[in-house]
């Protein structure tokens, strides 16, 4: 069957738009139009490529996905060889650099004009194209030859398989770097952990691993970025004389150019430069490792020539090392917020990137063990971006006889507290709780909090200060302020500390989910509570049950089952607990279901999803609950009727899968009435 005019030719302008939203998106750094969009267009041209077979072309943007493996890769010989760079590693090295290039072109001191760029983290590639037809991609190698690794740059979505302009030079070799940013680097890793996959050390391993894999398929779901700096060779083109603008001319013809690149003046210029990019070093989202500095003017970059295997006429100006060896020491361990103990590194001093560092992080006791470090290890510890320090693995080769492995202690560092691990999580953590100096700030902001004991006036920063003054230790101690002690704290005035005793005593008086929600256990949220509440009506049955009881409860699995009776199992948490209700916190009785059994919604289970007309969904919940009814947060097939407003989300799928009544806004207020 003819594929129809009207297809050929939607076919047709859906690839020029998908390419000119990459070109806008990869080389002008200007997108103009949302993700969402784009991948409508993309799916669209996609559909029509897969009705009609006949339509497939190399050349379509949807052509990025990899092609069957091979079984090895061939060598290319550079028709021109890929130089590398000669290094400088501080300013008398840039003064002798342009010094030797003066001497050279025979110019004395005259400041010469450079073309400045970040030296990105990456392995260097060449582009070959013809008529503006990606032909032909190459690993650098020796500079002499390196890989054929075409299958795989096709897969690489900044690099275009088609140039732009007219004309587009007839033949032309490209040469750039193949890196990985620092977002997707984390969110490679991340997967790879998640898929017992191999774990990168660094991007610049993650970008050369991904670009050197046979099957080209796995390659396309690596994501890599390219930029390029320089051209190899052209044909048929009249090229400027300056490298700068050969670099916007590369732009121009649709290749990814750095946003960074500038023309600079002398070496005071080049200093000047490399200042600026080490100050945005760690906000730029990908890992750099110095400065290149290429003289501007193509005659006289002839005219320097070349030394062995790297021109006269370019320089890279390193910056300090982001990764370095050093001693582990020690390794202790932190109690972060939610009372999860880190392994912390203790280093022999060592300066990273420009910075001291004497501790890193080691993430947690299932990676000291995949990567095997031990204290004492020679390791290698890396600080990038925003990224915290970290343990990137030890130096095997440099171990000498048996070195213990890290243990993580089985009492909290902090409290005394017993540690535990959950089944199935990574984390270790204090079970203190509440007693947790650590943990301590958190659990009272918590408990302050609006949806727990609402006592107003009781801010975050008040806390804070109030803590490190040892006011407070605990929430028990909330309940024991005196005026006196408040009127002395910072910006208290004495009206304001009354209020707060007021509010403090106000707040005694809530509901029994309120305060077990007030809690702060471990994913015991405010449905959580409720649902306890109402099950199991007194505060002692909770503390009581154990288990296989409290799984009994709707929304109650193991996991949370489990943080309640570690909870209340340690003596401190039971003592705090006890005192609050002593000073006087109290809750009416709840009814028990023999009672509410007279209220007409008794029973009934109901799900809140989305958004309803006059009324909050904290609201409509207090009106369920005061007929009788329970209110769940999740969906299951004891749910009587789940309840969805405008914008409901999955729940309303859930239900019809459980074969559960969904009503709508007008359903709802008949059944409350
Ligand atoms: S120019 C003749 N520019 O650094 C010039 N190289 O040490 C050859 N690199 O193999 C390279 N960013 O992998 C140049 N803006 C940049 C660069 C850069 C990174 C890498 C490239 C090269 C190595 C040389």
Known sequence: ???????????????????????????LDNP??????????????????????????????????????ATHFETVEHRMPMLSLDNAFDESEMYAFEKRLGEKLGLGNEPLSYTAEPKLDGLAISLRYEQGRLVGAATRGDGKSGENITANARTIASIPLQLVGDPVPPGIEVRGEVYMKLADFAGLNEYQKRNDGKVFANPRNAAAGSLRLLDSRITASRPLTFCSYAIGWIEGYELPGSQYRRMHLLRSIGLPVSAYIERVQGVRGCLDYYQRILAQRDSLGFDIDGVVFKLDNVGQQEQAGKVAKAPRWAVAYKFPAQEVMTRLLDV???????GALTPVARLEPVSVGGVMLSNATLHNMDEIHRKDVRIGDIVIVRRAGDVIP????????????????????????????????????????CSGGLVCAAQRKEAIKHFASRKAMDIEGLGDKLVEQMVELGMIQSIGDLYRLEHSQLAGLERMAEKSASNLLQALETSKSTRLARFIFSLGIREVGEAMAEALANAFITLDAIMQADIDTLQQVDDVGPVVAENIVQFFAQERNRDIVQNLIKQGIHWPEIESSDKTGSQPLAGQTYVITGTLEGLSRDQAAALLKAKGARVSSSVSAKTSAVIAGAKPGSKVGKAEAFGVEVLDQAGFESLIG
Not at 16 to 23: C, P, T
Not at 332 to 338: E, I, P, S
Not at 400 to 423: I, R, Y
């Open 1 to 27: 069957m003819a594929v129809p005019d009207q297809v050929i030719s939607e076919v047709s302008s859906l690839r020029d738009e998908i390419n000119a939203h990459n070109h806008r998106y990869y080389v």
């Open 390 to 429: 970290e343990v990137v693995s030890p130096v095997v080769a440099e171990r000498k006889g048996d070195l213990p492995l890290p243990q993580m202690p089985a009492q909290c560092p902090v409290c005394g507290s017993d540690v535990v691990q959950q089944e199935g999580q990574a984390a270790w953590r």
């Open 32 to 69: 103009q139009i949302t993700d969402q969009a784009y991948d409508r267009l993309y799916r669209r041209l996609q559909a029509l490529e897969q009705q009609y077979p006949e339509l497939a072309s190399g050349e379509s943007p949807t052509q990025r996905v990899g092609s069957a493996p």
């Open 332 to 338: 202790d361990f932190q109690v972060g917020r939610t």
